[in-house]
């Protein structure tokens, strides 16, 4: 299925220079679009590259287009983030080509009679829905997934095959919740006792906002007693751990194998690199950015770009620098004594 430029900007918004009548199938990267294709320009170190792709038509910023100059040929759109334009406009073309889920509830679905689920929903085959659930309007429940007591799955929200959505849980409108994916499992509470561990039980619950995305196998707990709660538009990748009573704000986004302990707060407009970790009880402001392999240990109160990585280095310099790392505090004893002697030989010299 093809779309003429001018009706994509019509659509996207955006300024088009050239010829709008050009017919275009997909978006495709820089180095392998040919005439059929929309590609786009995000970063100035591609900028030599662009000047050589093939493709029907360039999405790039204002400063790009004048810095290209007449070195591209083709159709330009133009737009302050053209990141974001490709990602809208590969939304637009994979929609031209989705699929949409059957409306209804397959044969082999078990779905208690007490469930309350839309007309124009989409349960898939051996799904498991308990009662009291409630599946909004155009949800679909992807194969063998299972949807607890209680729980609520909002309109428009897809799960895919084998999510696990447990009693009472809440995700609100247009969310994704990838395959392997375990919403409202206990959370990790134990009491000690004499050498033994008394479990704690889990009633909170796990809520979430809308259009939030959830990973492949990534696991969110529920409360203890509070609940775990998830806002608006945050973004979680493959295989991260949110503990219980966290809570996470809108629009933070988190990078694969994240963790975050339990009752950990986090802000709005957060960003954490891959396996990040994140000790529980602390607070974390808005517009955080934490690097990849980094271990937040205290509470972050002002916004900015935070590192907690020791520098990869040979196994012998690192054992080297762990001595001296160990050593410091009768290292800083040392210099202490010396400042008291150096100032004491100052003093007697004036």
């Known amino acids: ?82 990141y974001a334009y490709f990602a809208r406009t590969a939304q637009y073309f994979a929609s031209l080509k989705a699929v949409a889920a059957k409306q209804g509830i397959h044969a082999s679905a078990v779905v208690d009679p007490a469930a309350q689920i839309s007309d124009d929903a989409s349960i898939g085959p051996q799904a498991v829905i308990e009662a009291d659930a409630h599946i909004g309007a155009g949800a679909v429940i992807g194969a063998g997934c299972f949807i607890g007591r209680g729980a609520k799955i909002g309109a428009g929200t897809r799960l895919h095959s084998r999510v696990s ?5 809440e995700i609100g409108a247009r969310g994704i919740v990838h395959s392997g994916a375990v919403i409202g499992a206990d959370g990790f509470g134990f009491a000690s006792d004499k050498g033994t561990w008394v479990k704690i039980p889990q009633t909170g619950r796990v809520v979430i906002g809308d259009d939030v995305e959830i990973g492949a196998n990534t696991t969110i707990d529920r409360g203890a007693m509070a609940d775990t709660v998830i806002e608006d538009g945050v973004k979680l990748d493959n295989q991260i751990q949110i503990g219980h009573n966290c809570h996470v704000g809108a629009h933070t986004l988190m990078s694969g194998c994240t963790g975050v302990a339990g009752s950990a707060k986090i802000g709005k407009h957060c960003t954490f690199g891959g396996a990040a970790m994140v000790l529980g009880h602390l607070s974390i402001a808005d517009h955080v950015t934490i690097s990849s392999g980094s271990f937040v240990s205290r509470t972050i109160s002002q916004p900015g770009f935070y590192t907690g990585i020791y520098p990869l280095a040979k196994n012998a310099d690192w054992e ?30 004036e």
């Open 1 to 82: 299925m093809s779309i003429l430029l001018k009706d994509l900007v019509e659509r996207l918004g955006g300024q088009l220079i050239g010829d709008a009548t050009i017919e275009v199938v997909g978006i495709a990267p820089l180095g392998e679009a040919d005439q059929s294709h929309v590609t786009f320009l995000s970063t100035s170190k591609l900028r030599a590259q662009a000047a050589r792709t093939r493709a029907a038509a360039l999405i790039l910023s204002p400063g790009e287009n004048d810095a290209l100059g007449a070195d591209y040929q083709g159709a330009r759109i133009v737009s302050d983030n053209p």
């Open 165 to 169: 959505f447990y009693d009472a849980c």
């Open 320 to 349: 080297k620098s762990a001595v001296i790392v160990r050593n410091l505090p009768a290292m800083r004893e040392k210099i202490r004594e010396l400042e008291k002697i150096v100032k004491s030989l100052t003093e007697e010299s």
